[in-house]
């Protein structure tokens, strides 16, 4: 009932910058936390970054300085803003949020499908 969908992953050079987002849409009563994970290939998926439905942010220590993570209320969506690129970030970037679909549910844990981001040299 409900989807995140993700865009804005590609391929740059290092040292380049790239924006990600992520759009919840279907069946939403409350979109409460929303987090960006990432996973490469032979390694374990870790949080990039999170964001609360204050608007409190957190990152993991390898992204510090360099990605910024922010939300749209009104549109359910939020954001990775990635600067300063490096070859360890390439990886799928993948959407999660915690959504009620209505006022009697409890909340449930969605995901994207996920958007290849590529950093090359």
């Known amino acids: 009932q409900v989807q995140l969908v993700e865009s804005g992953g590609g391929v740059v050079q290092a040292g380049g910058s790239l924006r990600l987002s992520c759009a919840a849409s279907?069946?939403?009563?409350?979109?409460?936390?929303m987090d960006w994970f990432r996973q490469a290939p032979g390694k374990q998926r870790e949080l990039v970054a999170g964001i609360t439905s204050g608007g409190n942010t957190s990152y993991g220590e390898p992204v510090k300085g360099r990605f910024t993570i922010s939300r749209d209320n009104a549109k359910n969506t939020v954001y990775l803003q990635m600067n300063n690129l490096k070859p360890e970030d390439t990886a799928i970037y993948s959407c999660?949020?915690?959504?009620?679909?209505?006022?009697?549910?409890?909340?449930?844990?969605?995901w994207g499908q996920g958007t290849q981001v590529t950093v090359s040299s």
């Open positions: 279907g069946n939403i009563f409350r979109v409460d936390n």
């Open positions: 999660h949020a915690d959504v009620r679909s209505t006022r009697w549910t409890t909340y449930k844990d969605y």
